[in-house]
């Protein structure tokens, strides 16, 4: 361990101390101070085959931030509105936890209350490399989430013209865009923790890329511009919502659902972002 995770994870556990193990969280969310969880609906017309039976309904959630910097019920938002909204599959984002690996079993139950007919899949975020990557990969893995890092896999019929592509997380893993995409259907879903994987993508090219890290700023202003932006070149280009990208397909920044260091969130309310893939012409 080099000395700058040494320093991590220190103030990691000051940070942990500090909230008082959530109790500061808990008054945060009950002032209303968490934001309220909202469902985002994105069409993405026209980038699966014409030969599916019937349009894809993905979702997508990540940076859930279980541990003291969230409070549990904004979990039990999630968990309801996936309950209700019944996608096809489930993509997560990463940043399950912060501080330590240990808290993932706060989130757990209610990422895998609804069971999506396709399956759950994950990759990692910083904040879970930092925590304890291979502690927080096992315990996803045995809660029957499939976590991706640098590989795909095939959706089961009738959608396996539809591949999902995840990567490590860009700076703080060690991301392989090419491996990822390598032998992926035609129809590709770009699964990453941050917007930065744009810059490692190269030749590779996607129908759909899903992203979050941003938390939408967290702290914004009344028109979505971040106060303080997350960490990395593209967190403020790209730092919430839809973009269309030449030559590939349109990036979608999920706000997150948890907190990170502070338990406030102002002008970016949690969400879960909910993508239709139609079948072309």
């Known amino acids: 361990m080099g000395p700058h995770s040494r320093i991590r994870k220190c103030a990691l556990r000051v940070l942990d101390v500090a909230l008082l193990n959530g109790a500061v969280a808990s008054i945060s969310y009950r002032i209303g101070a968490h934001g309220a969880l909202r469902v985002k609906h994105y069409e993405v017309g026209g980038s699966a085959p014409a030969t599916l039976a019937r349009p894809l309904t993905v979702a997508f959630g990540s940076d859930f931030h279980a541990g003291p910097t969230t409070h549990p019920a904004i979990f039990e938002q999630l968990a309801d509105a996936l309950r209700r909204r019944a ?11 912060s501080c330590k690996p240990q808290y993932l079993s706060i989130l757990l139950p209610f990422l895998t209350h609804y069971r999506p007919p396709l399956g759950i899949y994950a990759v990692l975020g910083n904040h879970d490399i930092w925590a304890g990557a291979a ?8 809660a029957g989430i499939e976590v991706l890092v640098n590989r795909h896999i095939r959706l089961a019929p009738p959608f ?13 893993g060690g991301p392989d865009v090419a491996r990822a995409f390598d032998g992926a259907p035609p129809v590709r879903i770009f699964l990453t923790h941050s917007p930065d994987a744009l810059l490692l993508l190269g030749d590779e090219r996607f129908s759909l890329a899903l992203a979050g890290h941003t938390h939408g700023g967290q702290i ?10 997350a960490g990395g070149p593209l967190a403020r280009t790209y730092g919430r919502g839809r973009f269309e990208l030449p030559s590939n397909g349109p990036l979608i920044v999920s706000c997150g659902v948890g907190c ?20 072309g012409e």
Do not use: F, K
């Open 87 to 97: 996608p096809d599959v489930l993509l997560l984002g990463g940043d399950y936890v």
């Open 135 to 142: 502690a927080i990969r096992r315990r996803l893995e045995t």
């Open 160 to 172: 396996d013209s539809i591949g999902i592509c995840g990567i490590d997380d860009p700076w703080a």
């Open 220 to 229: 914004a202003l009344a028109d979505g511009t971040a106060i303080i932006s």
């Open 260 to 279: 990170s260091t502070l338990p406030v969130r102002v002008n970016a309310d949690p969400d879960l972002i909910l993508c239709t893939m139609s079948p």
